[in-house]
T-cell receptor, first 114, second 114 residues
Framework: EPEVTQTPSHQVTQMGQEVILRCVPI?????FYWYRQILGQKVEFLVS????????KSEIFDDQFSVERPDGSNFTLKIRSTKLEDSAMYFC????????????FGPGTRLTVL | DQQVKQNSPSLSVQEGRISILNCDYT??????FLWYKKYPAEGPTFLIS?????DKNEDGRFTVFLNKSAKHLSLHIVPSQPGDSAVYFC?????????????FGKGTKLTVNP
């Protein structure tokens, strides 16, 4: 099973501040995803990233969100001006190079916006 | 719009017995289905998947059945163990060749009693 790590594990920020969440796949991967889970709700798709560009994004992923792969390994999610409703667990997921369509998730970052 | 539905929020079974978790979907474009296990404040852990070209896939104690005509799938755990207690999410993606974003159900909390 491919390994994915995420940093930080918990981020507390003030409303209106920018946050950057990081995902570090251990080996080579092609597809990258961000999902989030608001407490008590289901896991929701945010954005998919393939070949260094966004392949699909959800309605949640508005202009306040951005993703990039700055150094070819890390994969980041930036929220420019956080809102209270952005408080959630954020999960990175990857699909490996084997051609199998299974997504493997990281442990998540808990974002708390005060 | 719930494209993936898990109608049972919770299920309780005795250790050693069979656990059956159910999932229904509405989008006929879905062609790949997955089950994940999740603990609080952790990322979803992949359990088992099934492609729409199959109607059954087995991996150890876990078996997933797919009924395409009914748009229904189920996860069987035999025998159930206390360590299986967690929230189980059904997820779907498709069609193949797209972004492969996952659409999740709301989850079923499984409790296996010793």
């Amino acid at each position: 099973e491919p390994e994915v790590t995420q940093t930080p594990s918990h981020q507390v920020t003030q409303m209106g501040q920018e946050v950057i969440l990081r995902c570090v796949p251990i080996s080579n991967h092609l597809y990258f995803y961000w999902y989030r889970q608001i407490l008590g709700q289901k896991v929701e798709f945010l954005v998919s990233f393939y070949n260094n560009e966004i392949s699909e994004k959800s309605e949640i992923f508005d202009d306040q969100f951005s993703v990039e792969r700055p150094d070819g390994s890390n994969f980041t999610l930036k929220i420019r001006s956080t809102k209270l409703e952005d408080s959630a667990m954020y999960f990175c997921a990857i699909i490996g190079t084997s051609g199998i369509r299974t997504q493997y998730f990281g442990p998540g970052t808990r974002l708390t916006v005060l | 719009d719930q494209q993936v539905k898990q109608n049972s929020p919770s299920l309780s079974v005795q250790e050693g017995r069979i656990s059956i978790l159910n999932c229904d979907y509405t989008n006929s474009m879905f062609d790949y289905f997955l089950w994940y296990k999740k603990y609080p404040a952790e990322g979803p852990t992949f359990l088992i998947s099934i492609s729409s070209i199959k109607d059954k896939n087995e991996d150890g104690r876990f078996t997933v059945f797919l009924n395409k005509s009914a748009k229904h799938l189920s996860l069987h755990i035999v025998p159930s163990q206390p360590g299986d207690s967690a929230v189980y999410f059904c997820a779907a993606s498709g069609p193949a060749g797209g972004s492969e974003k996952l659409v999740f159900g709301k989850g079923t909390k499984l409790t296996v009693n010793p």
